[in-house]
């Protein structure tokens, strides 16, 4: 049988049937009428002949189209997705003043945004995100973000107290998880003080962070 017309072929990048994920590229037909083009969800539908296509995945496209005697004929022909993704890491959660070192994952380079180096220590003064690109041998770019979130626990030991001697007082401080009183007393605990004193209060939250404060 003598082929209605030519195979479908890229335009302008020769053998080439790999594309990075997000690219458009252009399918020529060579010969023939009417085409058409599947599937239809990433093609340019605004063209017919010479298309564009932006597989998200990797995607056979068909062609059917006619010869000048209206016999139709398909053409098929796949363009493979580099689904190529990098990794910037787990979210962060540290304490006010902590360091912590961002390392990406996937890629031979990497470039963060805020000027940061990839595998480096440096010491974030608030939370928030970090951009990560990377590119992979073929040239395609992957983006990941992490979260880095400073806990800064603010414990509240309670009100000063006024008492007669001999009489007990609870220690019950709030805000935070884990609370250590000075004098070894159990959050919520009663004492018995003989003189004016000050007592701290050391409190952890979930992520080990602490605040220190002290009643009257």
């Not at 190529?84 to 003043?97: K, P, R």
Request: hydrophobic share 35%; proline share 4%; with cysteine.
């Amino acid at each position: 049988q003598v082929p209605l017309f030519e195979n479908i072929d890229i335009l302008n990048i020769s053998q080439i049937d790999t594309i990075c994920k997000g690219d458009t590229v252009e399918l020529e037909l060579y010969a023939g009428f009417n085409p058409e083009w599947f599937p239809s969800a990433y093609v340019d539908s605004s063209l017919t002949e010479n298309v564009y296509v932006f597989p998200e995945i990797t995607t056979e496209f068909i062609l059917v189209a006619e010869n000048s005697l209206g016999i139709r004929d398909t053409v098929r022909y796949t363009i493979y997705v580099d689904n190529y993704n990098v990794s910037a890491g787990n979210d962060l959660n540290i304490c006010e003043n902590d360091s912590v070192v961002l390392s990406g994952l996937g890629a031979s380079s990497y470039f963060w945004d805020n000027g940061i180096i990839n595998g480096q220590t440096f010491l974030p003064t608030s939370s928030g995100s970090y951009i990560l690109s990377a590119y992979n041998n073929r040239g395609c770019l992957s983006k990941d973000t992490v979260n880095v979130n400073i806990h800064i626990p603010n414990i509240n030991p309670g009100n000063n107290q006024a008492i007669c001697l001999n009489d007990s007082i609870s220690l019950n401080a709030s805000g935070a998880q884990n609370y250590f009183w000075e004098n070894g007393v159990n959050n919520g605990g009663y004492i018995t003080p003989n003189q004016t004193n000050y007592y701290v209060v050391s409190g952890f939250d979930q992520y080990g962070c602490n605040d220190l404060d002290s009643v009257l």
